[in-house]
């Protein structure tokens, strides 16, 4: 399993978590659930050290701006959409729900939607699944982009639940 550390803005704060990937991605929560966030990348790397785990090197910490993406839901147009930006963007909403305990609208319309994200997906042209002078451009249906939108929309109120306020901040003992 790999550890990686992200950053999310979201709802005017900046959020900094590890994010994992193996053969289910996720991200690190506590025992109720919560998103584990840190003071600062040394903090997570000293988090993950007393588990016995390690951050992977980086040379940038990914940025997720749900700000950005909430605004652009309050206005949905389809000349806006980035295939790459909104593939990552839907793909970290589901690695931040989970599995979640009660009904999840998120889920719900993440698994109507194979469609769109299929159509995402695909607007990447990612060298090694799109043929060699190819290029695919999406012609993104107006009801499409409001189903987006209502993804993106119910994804932020599900993961604005699961940020706490203080962060993780590692204490040596000497402070203590």
């Not at 992200?6 to 005017?12: A, V």
């Not at 940038?60 to 993406?69: H, N």
Request: with cysteine.
């Amino acid at each position: 399993m790999e550890h990686y550390t992200c950053r999310i803005q979201l709802r005017g704060q900046s959020h900094l978590f590890i994010w994992y990937c193996d053969d289910t991605d996720g991200v690190v929560k506590n025992d109720v659930g919560k998103v584990v966030t840190f003071a600062s990348e040394r903090d997570s790397g000293r988090y993950l050290e007393q588990l016995g785990l390690q951050l992977q090197d980086q040379d940038e910490v990914p940025d997720y701006d749900f700000d950005e993406i909430a605004l652009w839901c309050v206005s949905p147009d389809a000349e806006a959409v980035d295939c790459s930006d909104f593939l990552n963007t839907w793909n970290m909403l589901v690695d931040l729900i989970g599995k979640p305990a009660s009904p999840s609208a998120f889920r719900e319309a993440n698994r109507r939607l194979d469609h769109i994200y299929d159509t995402l997906f695909w607007g990447n042209n990612l060298p090694s699944v799109t043929p060699e002078g190819e290029h695919f451009t999406p012609a993104w249906p107006d009801e499409d982009i409001q189903e987006i939108a209502r993804l993106f929309m119910a994804g932020i109120a599900e993961i604005s639940e699961l940020f706490e306020a203080e962060p993780y901040r590692f204490v040596t003992e000497a402070v203590r």
